[in-house]
């Protein structure tokens, strides 16, 4: 393991100014929607505080994607049409892709890479909630797929230089490039993303989908469920092509998260099928 990279990386978490910034809106809208006694005009009122967020946000709205067919101009008006649920994850997609949608050298990222492999995790996570029985949590494993792989963003530099020595690792360990990480640079890109999500005040549930991605098992009884279903979004994304880089196909899809869902071979199957006609939708928020 090199030890100044491990290090310096200590040194990035411990200055968190070091770390991605969001706007405090974020975090509060989130917080608030899962308050249940929270007033539509509240949520209202504090996005319109921010002009440029909320012109983003009807954008938005009004995307394929998210559009129910009625015209929106104003956030009152999203609210009751959309739902406070997909308001919040629209907040989110219109604050997090400037930090997202960057090149990412050391995963071999081009631009936007990162943003439309967030993006179709997202979507994915959402629809296999819906198709799995958790609708109550689609929401959340949209928001936890937008943001699931933040902490390559800040690892990508260390990424860049030990890449040869991961590459390395991976083969002689016969790991995974994410374990292969930890070994080389005492960090992985999950646990730079927990501690990204922490600095936005993200609730636990999303900091557990950043943390655990990779090893669904191994998250807290409670988040399991929720942490499997964007594991295997992004298991499924990668498969299909959308967000490979370095890290290539070195990524293992997780039985007991399979088995925890309940999900059948026809039904893995059918959602890598639909990976594609999801992307189409999407179009306008790439
Ligand atoms: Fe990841
Ligand atoms: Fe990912």
Redesign the pocket.
């Known amino acids: 393991m090199h030890e100044h990279i491990q290090q310096r990386i200590q040194s990035i978490i411990q200055n968190v100014e070091q770390l991605p910034s969001l706007p405090d809106v974020v975090s509060k809208i989130i917080n608030m929607v899962n308050d249940p006694d929270v007033s539509f005009k509240h949520v209202a009122d504090e996005i319109a505080k921010d002009q440029a967020i909320t012109a983003n946000i009807l954008k938005l709205c009004n995307s394929a994607y998210f559009s129910k067919g009625k015209e929106i101009s104003s956030i009152d008006r999203a609210i009751v049409i959309l739902g406070l649920k997909e308001v919040k994850d629209i907040v989110v997609i219109a604050t997090t892709k400037s930090v997202l949608n960057k090149v990412i050298v050391g995963y071999d990222l081009a631009r936007g890479e990162l943003w439309k492999?967030g993006v179709a995790?997202a979507m994915l996570a959402k629809k296999i909630a819906t198709e799995c029985n958790q609708k109550a949590i689609a929401d959340i494993a949209f928001t936890g797929g937008i943001i699931?792989?933040v902490g390559k963003t800040v690892l990508a530099l260390f990424v860049q230089s030990t890449f040869k020595e991961i590459l390395n690792t991976v083969t002689e360990k016969s790991i995974t490039f994410q374990e292969a990480e930890k070994v080389v640079m005492g960090f992985d890109h999950q646990q730079i993303g927990e501690q990204v999500a922490i600095k936005w005040k993200f609730p636990k549930v999303l900091q557990s989908i950043v943390r655990y991605?990779h090893e669904p098992m191994n998250a807290p009884d409670d988040h399991k469920m929720i942490v499997s279903i964007v594991h295997i979004a992004?298991t499924l994304?990668?498969m299909a092509g959308i967000?490979i880089g370095s890290d290539g196909l070195y990524h293992e899809l997780n039985y007991d998260a399979i088995k925890l869902l309940s999900l059948k071979d026809s039904e893995l199957e059918k959602l890598f099928a639909d990976i594609p006609e999801l992307m189409m939708k999407a179009k306008d928020i790439l």
């Open positions: 492999h995790v699931h792989d991605h992004n994304c990668l967000g």
